[in-house]
Each structure stands twice: as C-alpha cells, then as structure tokens.
C-alpha cells in the first residue's frame, strides 16, 4: 500500500488531483462480484483510493456495462482464447472501440499482434505470440484477473463420460448409459 500510495500521489501531484481518489465501481449482486468489489475497496483505501460501491441488479449493470468507469464483469469462456481477445480489446475500422470492448483500451502492439496471432496455424509459433499478447496485457493493459468461476456438473452415476463445459453446454456426443442388460449409447 506505501508504493502504491507513493505513485498515486506522484500521479496526483502531476495531474492537480486531491486525495483520496474517489471512484465508483459497478458491479451485479450475483456471483462473487459484491465480496470482490468490497475486497477491492478495502485493499484499495490504505493506498489513498475511496471506492463508492455501485451494485445492482444484473439487468441494472448489463444495461450500462460499456458506460461505467470501474467495473466488474465476468467474462465467459470462449473458444479458441482469441475470441475473448478480438471482441474485449480490439477497434473497428474507423479505430473506435468495438462494441464489447468496455474499458476502451486500444493498443497497437497487442491489436497487431492479435491478427498475427490469429492467422498464425502453427500452435506453438501462436504460443508465443499469445505469450507477448500476456506480456502487453499485465504490463499496459486495461484489467485485471481475480477470479475465474467453476464449471461443475451433476449427473446420475449409470452416466459416464459426462464432463463439464466451460460453457455450461451439455456435450453428450460421447456419454453414454449403463444398463442391467446392455450399454447404451447416445449420441
């Protein structure tokens, strides 16, 4: 909290901005997000931030998720990791935001490296690439990580090779069901 202190305060200084940085942020009551966003705010209040709690509904948030200044948001899985990318950090041909990008950050480096990444076949050459792509985001980039959710599943034991989806999908092609006379499989 000292060194975190010590830099906004330089930032403050250079800016003419008055401590303690007030800032809201805006989160669903759903999930972990309002224990997050409170964790957030404790954390947050030695290094000179005060942090005023916006939860609300999730219609209350998703209706102005690309409007807030801070926000927490879930983020779902989406395959190949690239989607995720392209849709949250990139611009539209006129070098505006897209659409879902809800904190605005806009990066040459990390944009040029998205499309290297995405026309690159070879998986370990896109590796690295999607390493720099890490690289650029810890060290410039507009978010950070706390959490990622679970993915469970609950399933009557005569069913087998039930896995859970990241998704949540019920991916079935390869389950199949145990009976007093034969194995069944469904597809």
């Known amino acids: 909290p000292d060194e975190a202190k010590a830099l906004l305060q330089s930032y403050a200084n250079e800016k003419g901005i008055q401590l303690p940085l007030k800032v809201t942020l805006a989160t669903k009551n759903d999930l972990q997000e309002p224990q997050i966003a409170q ?4 954390l947050a209040e030695p290094a000179g931030f005060d942090i005023a709690l916006d939860i609300t509904t999730p219609d209350g948030y998703w209706n102005r998720w690309t409007e807030v200044p801070l926000g927490i948001t879930n983020w779902a899985h ?4 690239l ?3 392209q849709v949250a950090y990139t611009a539209d041909s006129t070098g505006q935001p897209v659409p879902w990008n809800e904190t605005r950050w806009l990066d040459t480096e990390f944009i040029d490296k998205l499309k290297e990444a995405q026309g690159t076949l070879d998986i370990e050459a896109r590796r690295t690439i999607m390493s720099r792509l890490e690289d650029i985001m810890q060290t410039r980039g507009p978010v950070f990580v706390s959490f990622w959710n679970s993915t469970w599943n609950i399933t009557r034991a005569e069913f087998n090779n039930v896995k859970p989806h990241p998704l949540n999908y019920d991916r079935m092609e390869e ?3 145990e009976s007093a006379t034969r194995a069944t499989t469904y597809l």
């Open 39 to 42: 964790a957030l705010k404790n």
């Open 175 to 177: 389950v199949w069901k």
């Open 78 to 81: 989406r395959s190949p990791g």
């Open 83 to 85: 989607s995720n990318l």
